[in-house]
């Protein structure tokens, strides 16, 4: 089995919303994996049925050639941050390594206390006293010291500032060369991805608009500008995944396996930000510059 | 999984057991005295001290409220607290299955309140003993342990209604999803069952035994004033300490009638007697009350009285036990198809 997770028509519906709906897709074994959408797309939905929290209203996932959370067996193979990285307030530094010890059968106990002692935490300090960037290095220690296969993070730096967040960036990247685990997080800042991802899942909207690996799709994505023309007269293996014209002008974003030949266009890469906001905006119902609302007398 | 159980459950553990263990010294102290006191005097309820009334009446408030305390304070929140804070998220993803996690959990709480609960209502009802029910010589009277204001709060029903109170809230708290709502909800519902219980099922779990007496001066136990003015008679059962559930006057064909109009002559009519609801006390008239009584039972008047007699004591409390323990065992069922298939 070369996907750690492996999604098949899965959807989530809460009461009458769908918070996902028919994502199919596989995610390789030994990647960072970035999933890159806006708020609300489901991120947090899909990350929260691959570790188990939530089960799908319909389809399948796999992770780790398991069902989330059937066992503890399984529940030992995933490990999470999740959103907000909630930790027991009352509780210790010391009692959380201790928690894990008692609740996880490879626990890692020197690697954890290492860890908090790099940090320069105190492990008699209460949780609910840490700043919002050592409790996300906590919960991170507690990720990592289950030892998983596949380690999960839900927007893990959201929350966080600037330097908190390279800091905590940097200790999960180092962590990854290491163990050699297979990552997933979330995050709808894409800066904060593309330092660390090298292969991105697009969610907008509750569904799955690209995924693949960040060197692919960086390869296949070119913005395309020139006189201004119809999207029905670009060669047909040009797929238009973003689109701005103004009276002469015309600005695509295409996704190709070719190469684009077309002398009229001039042709400019796309980093992987700008790629993850042509299919956000892409897939918006009314942008604002569109001018085809303008046009209209 | 039980490190982490005690650990977050240490205080409430440490605070219900430190309270426990007070009160069983108090008692400890005053019950011996009490058991001499009672056994040497006739009319304890006369030399009982303030101190003594002051811990039978605060036994039974104590062990009417403990449950329910331990029902919004430790079951409420066992979940709910989890599901609000978030940590829920952190401690499902440990190798331990929520099903374990929360059967750890319960099962610790449920034998934590259980033992507490037992210990305390043993001893109270022990201190107790001597005294439930007796009756002072002039006025006043401790209540029997079989009236529902003491059976609740005697022998081993308490721990079922602990135990009850803990899985209720658990429920609640794991539906609600939020602890103060949950506390309040769970208050709401354990007492609404707390009332109905002893209204509409306690009498009803064994079958009641009924009696028919002939009204005398032996049997008497008070002629009153309803609120329609119409004279009821009640009449004592042989044990004092029995739960009458019914006590009314029949006629010769067993259906349940009104006191003959002609034996209103047989009162006197003291100041308060035109009053509705007013009691009349017997006295006087001895004599002539005599013959009306005789007059009554000739005319096929007879008392019914259905109660529970003292001696049903333990095995009503057995049955209540069962039937709190059932129903606790169909919460937890509950909460664990609850926490594994509406919580995800």
Same mark, same amino acid.
């Given at each position: 089995?070369?996907?750690?997770?492996?999604?098949?028509?899965?959807?989530?519906q809460y009461r009458r919303r769908w918070a996902l709906r028919d994502c199919t897709l596989e995610i390789p074994?030994?990647?960072?994996?970035?999933?890159?959408?806006?708020?609300?797309?489901?991120?947090?939905?899909?990350?929260?049925?691959?570790?188990?929290?939530?089960?799908?209203?319909?389809?399948?996932?796999?992770?780790?050639?398991?069902?989330?959370?059937?066992?503890?067996?399984?529940?030992?193979?995933?490990?999470?941050?999740?959103?907000?990285?909630?930790?027991?307030?009352?509780?210790?530094?010391?009692?959380?390594?201790?928690?894990?010890?008692?609740?996880?059968?490879?626990?890692?106990?020197?690697?954890?206390?290492?860890?908090?002692?790099?940090?320069?935490?105190?492990?008699?300090?209460?949780?609910?006293?840490?700043?919002?960037?050592?409790?996300?290095?906590?919960?991170?220690?507690?990720?990592?010291?289950?030892?998983?296969?596949?380690?999960?993070?839900?927007?893990?730096?959201?929350?966080?500032?600037?330097?908190?967040?390279?800091?905590?960036?940097?200790?999960?990247?180092?962590?990854?060369?290491?163990?050699?685990?297979?990552?997933?997080?979330?995050?709808?800042?894409?800066?904060?991805?593309?330092?660390?991802?090298?292969?991105?899942?697009?969610?907008?909207?509750?569904?799955?608009?690209?995924?693949?690996?960040?060197?692919?799709?960086?390869?296949?994505?070119?913005?395309?500008?020139?006189?201004?023309?119809?999207?029905?007269?670009?060669?047909?293996?040009?797929?238009?995944?973003?689109?701005?014209?103004?009276?002469?002008?015309?600005?695509?974003?295409?996704?190709?396996?070719?190469?684009?030949?077309?002398?009229?266009?001039s042709t400019t890469p796309l980093g992987l930000e700008d790629l993850v906001l042509a299919y956000m905006e892409?897939?918006?119902?009314?942008?604002?510059?569109?001018?085809?609302?303008?046009?209209?007398? | 999984?039980?490190?982490?159980?005690?650990?977050?459950?240490?205080?409430?553990?440490?605070?219900?057991?430190?309270?426990?263990?007070?009160?069983?010294?108090?008692?400890?102290?005053?019950?011996?005295?009490?058991?001499?006191?009672?056994?040497?005097?006739?009319?304890?309820?006369?030399?009982?001290?303030?101190?003594?009334? %002051?811990? #039978?009446?605060?036994?039974?408030?104590?062990? =009417? &409220? *403990?449950?329910?305390?331990?029902? /919004?304070? @430790?079951? +409420?929140?066992?979940?709910?607290?989890?599901?609000?804070?978030?940590?829920?998220?952190?401690?499902?993803?440990?190798?331990?299955?929520?099903?374990?996690?929360?059967?750890?959990? %319960?099962? #610790?709480?449920?034998?934590?309140?259980?033992? =507490? &609960? *037992?210990?305390?209502?043993?001893? /109270?009802? @022990?201190? +107790?003993?001597?005294?439930?029910?007796?009756?002072?010589?002039?006025?006043?009277?401790?209540?029997?342990?079989?009236?529902?204001?003491?059976?609740?709060?005697?022998?081993?029903?308490?721990?079922?209604?602990?135990?009850?109170?803990?899985?209720?809230?658990?429920?609640?708290?794991?539906?609600?999803?939020?602890?103060?709502?949950?506390?309040?909800?769970?208050?709401?519902?354990?007492?609404?069952?707390?009332?109905?219980?002893?209204?509409?099922?306690?009498?009803?779990?064994?079958?009641?035994?009924?009696?028919?007496?002939?009204?005398?001066?032996?049997?008497?136990?008070?002629?009153?004033?309803?609120?329609?003015?119409?004279?009821?008679?009640?009449?004592?059962?042989?044990?004092?300490?029995?739960?009458?559930?019914?006590?009314?006057?029949?006629?010769?064909?067993?259906?349940?009638?009104?006191?003959?109009?002609?034996?209103?002559?047989?009162?006197?009519?003291?100041?308060?007697?035109?009053?509705?609801?007013?009691?009349?006390?017997?006295?006087?008239?001895?004599?002539?009350?005599?013959?009306?009584?005789?007059?009554?039972?000739?005319?096929?008047?007879?008392?019914?009285?259905?109660?529970?007699?003292?001696?049903?004591?333990?095995?009503?409390?057995?049955?209540?036990?069962?039937?709190?323990?059932?129903?606790?065992?169909?919460?937890?069922?509950?909460?664990?198809?609850?926490?594994?298939?509406?919580?995800?």
């Amino acid at each position: 089995m070369n996907a750690v997770v492996a999604a098949h028509g899965l959807g989530k519906q809460y009461r009458r919303r769908w918070a996902l709906r028919d994502c199919t897709l596989e995610i390789p074994t030994g990647r960072v994996t970035g999933l890159v959408g806006p708020n609300g797309a489901g991120k947090t939905t899909l990350l929260n049925l691959a570790v188990g929290i939530l089960s799908p209203t319909v389809g399948t996932i796999e992770v780790c050639g398991g069902r989330p959370a059937a066992s503890s067996a399984q529940l030992a193979k995933v490990g999470f941050v999740a959103q907000d990285t909630p930790t027991y307030a009352g509780l210790t530094i010391a009692d959380h390594l201790r928690l894990g010890a008692h609740l996880n059968p490879r626990w890692d106990q020197a690697a954890a206390r290492r860890r908090i002692d790099r940090l320069g935490l105190d492990q008699r300090q209460k949780a609910g006293r840490l700043s919002g960037g050592q409790r996300a290095q906590l919960a991170l220690t507690l990720g990592l010291a289950k030892r998983p296969e596949l380690l999960v993070l839900d927007e893990p730096v959201a929350s966080l500032d600037p330097l908190a967040r390279r800091e905590f960036l940097q200790v999960l990247m180092e962590a990854v060369a290491e163990e050699e685990i297979s990552v997933l997080l979330s995050s709808h800042v894409v800066s904060d991805l593309e330092r660390v991802c090298d292969h991105a899942v697009v969610l907008v909207d509750s569904q799955v608009r690209v995924a693949g690996d960040v060197d692919r799709l960086l390869a296949t994505h070119h913005r395309l500008s020139g006189p201004r023309r119809d999207p029905d007269s670009l060669p047909a293996d040009q797929h238009v995944v973003w689109a701005s014209h103004t009276d002469r002008q015309s600005t695509y974003v295409v996704r190709t396996e070719s190469r684009v030949l077309d002398p009229s266009w001039s042709t400019t890469p796309l980093g992987l930000e700008d790629l993850v906001l042509a299919y956000m905006e892409g897939s918006a119902p009314a942008v604002q510059s569109s001018p085809e609302l303008e046009v209209i007398p | 999984m039980i490190w982490l159980t005690w650990r977050q459950f240490r205080t409430q553990f440490v605070a219900v057991f430190g309270l426990v263990a007070a009160g069983c010294v108090w008692l400890a102290l005053t019950g011996p005295a009490l058991a001499r006191l009672a056994a040497h005097n006739k009319n304890v309820f006369d030399v009982l001290t303030g101190n003594d009334r %002051l811990l #039978f009446n605060g036994g039974i408030a104590v062990l =009417a &409220v *403990a449950p329910a305390v331990i029902g /919004i304070f @430790w079951g +409420a929140p066992l979940v709910a607290r989890e599901l609000e804070t978030g940590t829920y998220r952190l401690v499902w993803n440990q190798s331990v299955t929520r099903g374990r996690w929360l059967a750890v959990k %319960l099962g #610790f709480s449920v034998l934590a309140v259980a033992i =507490a &609960v *037992a210990i305390l209502t043993t001893a /109270i009802t @022990w201190w +107790a003993h001597p005294i439930d029910g007796v009756k002072g010589g002039q006025r006043g009277s401790l209540v029997s342990h079989m009236t529902p204001v003491a059976f609740a709060m005697r022998g081993v029903v308490p721990v079922g209604y602990a135990v009850f109170a803990l899985l209720l809230g658990t429920l609640v708290g794991l539906v609600v999803r939020r602890s103060v709502p949950a506390m309040a909800l769970t208050l709401a519902i354990y007492v609404f069952v707390q009332v109905a219980v002893p209204l509409w099922v306690r009498p009803h779990v064994i079958p009641p035994t009924t009696s028919s007496m002939v009204i005398s001066d032996r049997t008497l136990d008070g002629i009153n004033f309803d609120a329609s003015k119409r004279l009821t008679i009640t009449t004592h059962t042989a044990g004092p300490g029995d739960w009458v559930l019914s006590n009314r006057t029949v006629d010769a064909h067993g259906h349940a009638a009104a006191i003959p109009t002609w034996f209103r002559g047989c009162l006197p009519t003291p100041p308060g007697a035109a009053e509705p609801g007013g009691t009349i006390g017997v006295s006087p008239a001895r004599g002539s009350l005599d013959d009306c009584f005789a007059r009554l039972a000739d005319e096929g008047y007879r008392q019914q009285v259905v109660y529970q007699p003292e001696s049903h004591f333990w095995r009503l409390q057995w049955a209540e036990l069962g039937l709190y323990l059932a129903a606790s065992g169909l919460l937890a069922w509950l909460s664990f198809r609850w926490i594994r298939l509406r919580l995800s």
